[in-house]
């Protein structure tokens, strides 16, 4: 089992960056798969970025490709989300989750662990 933590959410204005960082518990880290998610009321979670155990391989959501850079760093039992470029449809909750199995996941319903998300608001 891992728990998750995020921070680094906050206030940005448009154009601007935020780093999201997620801080695992446990040993385990590096054997499971990682996300990010987003977020908006009344809205799906929305499938942000992902990479793999060993952070060989990412892939991120149309909306987000090219602003957002996924990473991690098994031996801080860290994940990340560099955010560049911001736009005010950015404005979510970010969550990050854990898959158990192997490979990439892009479904909310294929992770296994979620932490408790952290807001981040980018204003016009």
């Known amino acids: 089992q891992v728990q998750l933590v995020e921070s680094g959410g906050g206030l940005v204005q448009a154009g601007g960056s935020l780093r999201l960082s997620c801080a695992a518990s446990?040993?385990?880290?590096?054997?499971?798969?990682m996300g990010w998610f987003r977020q908006t009321p009344g809205k799906e979670r929305e499938f942000v970025a992902a990479?793999?155990?060993?952070?060989?391989?990412?892939n991120y959501g149309d909306s987000v490709k090219g602003r957002f850079t996924i990473s991690r760093d098994n031996a801080k039992n860290s994940l990340y989300l560099q955010m560049n470029s911001l736009k005010p449809e950015d404005t979510s909750v970010y969550y990050c989750?854990?898959?158990?199995?192997?490979?990439?996941?892009?479904?909310?319903?294929?992770?296994?662990?979620w932490g408790q998300g952290t807001q981040v608001t980018v204003s016009s």
């Open positions: 446990g040993r385990t880290f590096s054997t499971y798969a």
């Open positions: 990479i793999s155990r060993l952070g060989v391989t990412t």
């Open positions: 989750a854990a898959r158990a199995g192997g490979g990439l996941g892009y479904n909310l319903h294929e992770y296994d662990y």
